[in-house]
Structure formats: structure tokens, C-alpha cells
């Protein structure tokens, strides 16, 4: 698996080859969502991609104002990939977005500031690589309903695995009765798990796209999913992320179901998390390495934790973007929610997977989720990271006990510091804590994002009723 091209002259090569029709080139906004422009292949030159392709930045939400509107793509070749489901041969390439203004990387650019965080990381002197290696969860649904007004608002889920359905009558088929029920999905085999095949085509199509995919299998809530791929540095890592969000969603829909990244559609069950592996290396060694610590951990890494510790609600800010995101970060769904670290404990919010040697030792960040825009996530979690290695902070820990049944007094007792308990919370923690953040994302860009999500997640959230709260207060 890789680059399917490595120079202007191959990739024009690699069109003809395969008679590409045209040309889609592919840019991330702040809240991670892929946007494209498609060309015509015939009317795309070599000046178009070493010099950029002009696109109006100010009709992107939280970008350019309109009287600066003109931007540039910049388009790179060897991320170059056919897209496996139009119609008509199609090319799919990265871009970042340049701002023409300031005759530099975008600054709300999610792409360009990773690209940036990787060159902090080489000035800092520390490392010269950071490898990330996410763990992107799912649901496939058979159907979803969605409704909001002035005096209603609701949704609806369905999956033939859903334990509700055990009573339905179908009109063309039996009631299987075979279904994984709640926590109870991990890893059944069919008829139970019904998504074996589906998850297959995933697969492949992922390989098609250039991944180098390992793993796939039913994770714990019923019509939940995962597929594993193979890390790589920070922006391979984040540029495989969108590929993999488009595929299973493609796949998903293409068989007449739907497929969502969201961190809690279901209540009572687990939810999607983005678990997030992560390691500095230099000169080809790994500093987070130390044979004979605590599961082979160098000090560099307990600072890195401890400055993702540190920063947990401002980091939380990118890496748990959603209202959503906090419904999955509560007791009894291993959604860690705990800032402590511990080897292959899976109750901490940090885990220290077990592995043999140098190559392996790395940390696991569990408490992220996709809503995420990979890009800020990983740049996030680097940059607090780095600011804990340059200030020795140590992070709590390790603790091998089971953290899920600690009671709140008990975590309060211990003085274990815990993940914020909703979005404000973390956005507030970015408004007061963000001078680690500056040496890569700017304070026009801090401050557009937060307020940004505010307005987009927050204040909307905030001011609905929910079905909860008739339920619990509508005859008081």
C-alpha cells in the first residue's frame, strides 16, 4: 500500500493510464468536514498544481471574510488516489489551503497547521517524527430519523441487530432472533454479527485507496463496527482518517444502509471513540523507549503525558469537538474519562499497550472521538505533548486498578484529575489555556474556533429541550 505517485509528470502518467475523466481536488474546513472542486482532467496543467487552483474561501464556514475572499488549493501529487465509487474515472488529491494575502499556509487551514506542528517538533529538537495511529469506531444503521422545530424534536435508529427488534414481525423475511444485545457485540460470529461481509468490502475498498489495513471485526454495541489500519506519521495519519471516514460511509451507503462516526447514538450502549496511539522518534530512535521503566516508558513519554494531562480541557477542544462527544465520556462504557495511565489497562484515559521492544512502545490516548478533525486532534495532543516534555510535567499515575469502579468521592479522594464533563467546559479550558497551543495554531485561529463551536454546538445545544426533560420535569 501507499503513494500511487510521487511526481507531476507520474501523476499525469497515472491519469492517462487509467482514463481519468476528472480531477477532484479535496481541502478539510476547521470542524474536519472534506470539501472538493472537481476539473475537468483535460483542463487541468502542471502550472494548475505546482502553482494552486483558485476556490473562494469566504462560502467555508469560519474562513475568509468576502472582501478577501480568494484563496489558492495546493494541490500535492503523491497523495494522488482513484476514487473507488463515481461513475466516471476520477482522481482524488490532498490539497492545503494557501492564503494569497499573507503569501503563506493558511492559518485556519487544519492540514497546513499539521504540517506546521511538524516542523515545531523538528525546531524543538526532540524528535523529528511523530507517528499517530487512530482507531476510528462505528455504527451501521438500517434507517434514521431526524426532526427539529419550534415544539417538537427527535430521532430515530434502526438496525436488524438492535435487541428492539426481537419482537418485530417482517413482511419479508423471518425474525432472525440472533442478535448481539447491548455490550454484547464483541466479536460474535454470524449470524450474529451481521456486518461480517460488509465490513470485508470496507476492507478491500480501503486497500484500493491506498491503506494498508490489518484488522476488522464487531465492536461492543450492537451495529458497531471497526476497521484497523496501519499508523503513520502525523499528516499521512490524519490525510488516512478522511479516507476512511468516506469509505465506510460510502460502502455503507451503496448497500442501502448508513453508517455514522457520531461518539453516542445509542443510550445504554458503547460508543464510537477514536482511541489515538502516538510516539516520538529521532535519528530513528524511539524517545518514548526506556527498557526496564514502567512498561518500557521513557521519562520523555511521562512528560508528554503529563502535558497532555495538563491541558486535557483545552486539548479536549479538538480532540472532543462535539456536545455529543461528552454523552460517551461517562462511567461504564470504556470511555475513559480518568487522566491517569496504565499498562494494557484499559480503564485509564492514557493506555500502555503491551508490546515487545522499541519498535512497539507507544501510548494510547482513549478518551478522543471522531467528531474530532483529525488534523487538529493529532496536532492538539502533539503541541501538549511537547509542552510537557519542555516543562517535566508528570502526569498521575500509573494506576493498574480498574478505574471504572472508583466512585466520584473515590476519584476526588485520590486526586485523579478528570476529562471535562462537556463541550463548554473544554472550550472555556481553550480560552483560558492556550499559550502551548501558539507556537503552531494562532490566536486568530484559537479564537475563531472557539468561537465558532460555541455558535455552532454549544449555545444550539444549550438552548433545546430535550425528551429527558419533559420525561423528568414536565409534570412538576
Not at 432472533?177 to 454479527?193: A, E, L
Not at 494494557?344 to 521492544?357: D, K, L
Amino acid at each position: 500500500m501507499g503513494k500511487f505517485v510521487n511526481s507531476v509528470d507520474e501523476f499525469f502518467k497515472y491519469c492517462e493510464e487509467n482514463e481519468v475523466e476528472f480531477i477532484d481536488f479535496r481541502f478539510t474546513d476547521i470542524k474536519g468536514a472534506w470539501h472538493h472542486i472537481s476539473y475537468r482532467a483535460s483542463a487541468v496543467e502542471a502550472s494548475m498544481l505546482e502553482n494552486g487552483v483558485p476556490f473562494d474561501g469566504s462560502s467555508i464556514d469560519a474562513w475568509q471574510p468576502i472582501n478577501k475572499s480568494d484563496m489558492l488549493l495546493k494541490p500535492e501529487v503523491d497523495t494522488a488516489f482513484l476514487d473507488p465509487f463515481t461513475a466516471d474515472p476520477t482522481i482524488i488529491v490532498f490539497c492545503d489551503v494557501y492564503d494569497i494575502y499573507k503569501d503563506d499556509l493558511y492559518e485556519k487551514c487544519p492540514r497546513s497547521i499539521a504540517k506546521k506542528a511538524l516542523a515545531h517538533l523538528s525546531e524543538s529538537g526532540i524528535g523529528d517524527e511523530a507517528y499517530f495511529g487512530p482507531e476510528n469506531e462505528f455504527f451501521i444503521f438500517d434507517d434514521v430519523q431526524i426532526w427539529s422545530g419550534v415544539n417538537q424534536a427527535g430521532y430515530r435508529v434502526d438496525s436488524e441487530e438492535g435487541e428492539w427488534n426481537m419482537s418485530t414481525s417482517y413482511d419479508d423475511y423471518a425474525n432472525i432472533g440472533h442478535r448481539p444485545g447491548t455490550k454484547g457485540g464483541y466479536f460474535p460470529v454470524m449470524p450474529t454479527d451481521t456486518m461480517v461481509d460488509l465490513r470485508a468490502e470496507m476492507m478491500q475498498v480501503l486497500e484500493q485507496v491506498g491503506l494498508e489495513v490489518i484488522l476488522g471485526h464487531h465492536e461492543v454495541a450492537q451495529a458497531q463496527g471497526e476497521i484497523g489500519i496501519k499508523y503513520g506519521d502525523l499528516i499521512e495519519a490524519a490525510d488516512n482518517v478522511q479516507k476512511y471516514k468516506y469509505v465506510v460511509k460510502m460502502v455503507a451507503h451503496l448497500n442501502g444502509k448508513t453508517a455514522t462516526f457520531m461518539p453516542k447514538p445509542l443510550y445504554g450502549d458503547n460508543g464510537n471513540g477514536m482511541h489515538v496511539h502516538q510516539s516520538i522518534w529521532k535519528d530513528g530512535k524511539n524517545v518514548f523507549y526506556k527498557e526496564g521503566e514502567y512498561a518500557n516508558l521513557s521519562e520523555t513519554a511521562l512528560h508528554y503525558l503529563g502535558g497532555v494531562f495538563a491541558h486535557a480541557n483545552a486539548v479536549a477542544a479538538f480532540t472532543n469537538p462535539s456536545t455529543n462527544s461528552y454523552k460517551r465520556l461517562i462511567p461504564g462504557f470504556e470511555a475513559p474519562s480518568i487522566l491517569t495511565y496504565s499498562s494494557q489497562n484499559r480503564s485509564a484515559a492514557c493506555r500502555i499497550p503491551y508490546g515487545a521492544g522499541e519498535g512497539a512502545t507507544r501510548v494510547e490516548t482513549r478518551f478522543p472521538d471522531s467528531t474530532a478533525c483529525p488534523y487538529l486532534a493529532f496536532t492538539a495532543l502533539l503541541l501538549a505533548g511537547l509542552d510537557g516534555i519542555k516543562n517535566k510535567l508528570v502526569p498521575v499515575g500509573p494506576m493498574d486498578e480498574d478505574l471504572f469502579e472508583l466512585s466520584l468521592d473515590e476519584i476526588r479522594e485520590k486526586k485523579i484529575p478528570q476529562m471535562p464533563h462537556t463541550l463548554r467546559e473544554a472550550l472555556e479550558g481553550l480560552i483560558s489555556d492556550n499559550e502551548w497551543a501558539k507556537a503552531v495554531m494562532s490566536e486568530d485561529f484559537i479564537d475563531t474556533y472557539q468561537h465558532y463551536q460555541f455558535e455552532r454546538q454549544v449555545w444550539p445545544d444549550e438552548a433545546r429541550p430535550t425528551a429527558f426533560e419533559f420525561s423528568s420535569t414536565y409534570s412538576c
